[in-house]
């Protein structure tokens, strides 16, 4: 397009400086042929006479005023009132530009026209003004098929060149591709795979750590943390199956009616035993008896997410949850009195794996896939996840879902 636009330009200069040239020279040639005293022999050049005031005047085409020093026309090929009035504006900006001579253009009855305008000496020292018009339709309509031709070559080569581009594209990112989806089918094979020997593990390690006659096993505390950290690998096998699932579209939300404020209190009373573990209050304020289309496992999973985060980096204080109904949607909120998230982290902690803590995440047994689990859930119900956030004083998730 750069290369059109500069061809063009340059094609419009050169035409356009040419033109200009010709009617300079035809200038000279009628300045020498008439000084202003032999004006009055100057009649009007579509008599076949004027033809002498040079070869290259063809009457159709050039118009030519001859003015003496009072402005009064003296000799002209011409008596369009319109073209008249033209010539002696451009005479005017003659005056004011202080050059000897000036060019411009005018449209005169839609037909564009260039004027030359110049003072003209006779040989006795009186001055006069001369005045050359010519039509340039011809000029633009050269103009205006090259300018198409041009748009239509570089838009013609900005095609070809985007095809070529997206076919190179495709084909470097093809192993890329290829690379991920090995990735993903590994990932989600192996948590398949896992998944059933944790389960037996799990149900295994619970056995001696129920009571027999009253009494523990004296190797409680070894079992207890292999259960643990068995129950640990479950959640994760199962959370990295879940995006396998979600990433391969076998997840399908099941949307019903539902009511959201009893999925609140339900969702809330699960984590309360962990919140009394870590003696940190939970205030609830719902909104009774809200409704919403959605799927209710799905939503219980995210409200679990936020409330789990919610417990995990805070360390004292409170996790505020409530449910309210607006104009045309329902706001679910989950503040915490915790850690907080930087400017810089707020930016990724969506994104999987993202964990802004790695060490901490590390020893609270975080993977950094929460959050994005649960911005899935959330677009899925065509709502909005925001976070507002400062450090060392705490976090508010926000989701807002519209009401169908
Ligand atoms: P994780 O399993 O690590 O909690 P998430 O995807 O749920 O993964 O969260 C991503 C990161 O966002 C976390 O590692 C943590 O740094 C930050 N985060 C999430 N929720 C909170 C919160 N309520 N307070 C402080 N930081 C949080």
Not at 58 to 71: A, F, Q, V, W
Not at 148 to 172: P, Q, R
Request: proline fraction near 2%; charge should be neutral; include cysteine.
């Amino acid at each position: 397009m750069v290369f059109s636009s500069f061809v063009y330009f340059q094609i419009d200069r050169i035409m356009r400086t040419s033109s200009e040239m010709a009617i300079i020279g035809l200038s000279k040639q009628v300045k020498t042929l008439y000084g202003l005293p032999q004006l009055r022999e100057f009649h009007m050049l579509r008599d076949t006479d004027s033809l002498k005031a040079g070869p290259r005047i063809k009457p159709e085409n050039l118009l030519i005023i001859l003015r003496d020093t009072s402005l009064n026309i003296t000799t002209s090929n011409t008596n369009d009132p319109e073209l008249i009035e033209h010539s002696s504006k451009e005479i005017d900006r003659l005056f004011e530009s202080e050059k000897d001579d000036i060019f411009s253009q005018v449209s005169i009855d839609g037909e564009p026209y260039r004027i030359y305008t110049a003072y003209f000496f006779s040989r006795n020292g009186e001055w006069g003004i001369l005045q050359i018009c010519q039509s340039i339709e011809i000029e633009k309509i050269v103009l205006s098929k090259l300018l198409g031709i041009l748009l239509l070559l570089g838009f013609t080569s900005i095609a070809i060149l985007a095809l070529i581009s997206w076919m190179l594209a495709k084909k470097s990112l093809e192993p890329i591709k290829e690379s991920w989806e090995q990735q993903k089918r590994f990932i989600a094979d192996a948590s398949h795979e896992l998944r059933t020997p944790l389960t037996v593990m799990k149900a295994n390690l619970e056995i001696p750590l129920q009571e027999k006659n009253g009494t523990i096993s004296d190797n409680y505390v070894w079992i207890k943390n292999a259960y643990d950290e068995t129950d640990n690998m479950s959640r994760i096998v199962n959370t990295l199956l879940e995006l396998t699932q979600i990433d391969s579209g076998q997840k399908i939300i099941e949307k019903r009616r539902i009511n959201i404020s009893e999925l609140a209190e339900k969702s809330t009373s699960s984590i309360i035993p962990l919140s009394n573990e870590k003696k940190i209050k939970i205030v609830q304020d719902f909104e009774e008896e809200l409704f919403i289309m959605g799927d209710a496992q799905k939503l219980k999973q995210l409200m679990i997410i936020l409330l789990d985060n919610a417990l995990k980096y805070t360390k004292e204080g409170y996790i505020d949850i409530s449910l309210k109904k607006n104009n045309s949607s329902i706001l679910l909120q989950v503040s915490d009195t915790g850690i907080g998230i930087s400017q810089e982290d707020k930016k990724h902690i969506f994104e999987r794996f993202y964990r802004a803590d790695k060490t901490r995440s590390r020893v609270q047994g975080s993977l950094g896939l929460g959050l994005s689990i649960a911005k899935w859930i959330v677009d899925e119900h065509n709502g909005k996840l925001e976070v507002e956030s400062e450090v060392n004083k705490g976090s508010v998730f926000r989701v807002i879902f519209p009401i169908n």
